[in-house]
């Protein structure tokens, strides 16, 4: 796949679905190896647990001059209130990722629903990782580093003795997402990797 000199995404939720943490490993796997330039920020609301949270994530072929997302080209929505707040901000082409357990409305049709927090729940037992299923949907979905150098980045970076539950949200979103027709929606072919995930 073609990729644009800059690429912008913007992860939205609340406190406590874990968007800085997916975000930060996102941005490390494709800063280590997608071979181009990255930048990553966050904010959060007024209370770190149930306010707003948002991470964005830039990278680019060039030098970045400005480290913020103004225009996503994806924006992943954990629920509805990040996907009300946010949707307007996203590129007239760009592609909405939402959670369909936690989304209702969706206002595009330029949108991929993913039960990111069910998934959790019945792949693992916890909903607690759900947004490791979300990073597993976006590392397909946005297709800038192979899966199995976010994987190796997630490893490194979840705490001691999560990492097998952390793999496998991660797996069971990446495969969730291996079911969309990316190209239908985005008009561009997704790219196969050598070591792509099984």
Known sequence: MERPERYEIRLGGSGGQGIITAARILAEAISEHGGTYVCQSQ???????GGASKADIVFSDEPIDYPKATKPDLLLAMNQTACDTYFSDLKPDGL???DSGLVDQVPTRRA???PFTDLARKETGKELVANMVALGALTHLI???SPKNVEKTLMAKVPKGTEELNRK???????????????????????A??????
């Not at 904010?43 to 647990?49: M, Q």
């Not at 990797?193 to 099984?198: I, K, P, R």
Request: aromatic letters at 8%.
């Open 43 to 49: 904010s959060y609301g007024p209370e770190a647990r």
């Open 112 to 114: 991929v629903g993913i």
């Open 169 to 191: 949200a991660f797996r069971a979103g990446y495969k969730a997402a291996k079911d969309v027709n990316v190209s239908a929606l985005t008009g561009k072919e997704a790219r």
């Open 193 to 198: 990797y050598d070591d792509e995930l099984v």
């Open 96 to 98: 909405l990722v939402v």
């Open 143 to 145: 297709n800038a580093v």
